[in-house]
């Protein structure tokens, strides 16, 4: 993720928070999915966890 958007992984916070943004998504996304004996359509909470958190992803600062 640092090398995409051309930032240095040991000395930028950016690159770790951003994965463990998505990963949390991701969680949340199977942990409702599951909740809702997969009547919940996994694509759409997906998007849906993306559009959440997307602006925070797109925010990329440089120290």
Same mark, same amino acid.
């Given at each position: 993720m640092a090398g995409r958007v051309g930032l240095d992984p040991e000395a930028e916070l950016y690159p770790q928070l951003a994965a463990g943004?998505? =990963?949390?998504a991701f969680h949340t996304v199977l942990q409702r999915w599951s909740?809702?004996?997969?009547a919940e359509n996994p694509a759409t909470l997906t998007e849906r966890a993306f559009a959440v958190t997307a602006p925070? =992803?797109?925010a990329v600062v440089r120290s």
């Open positions: 943004m998505a =990963l949390t909740d809702s004996d997969g925070a =992803l797109d």
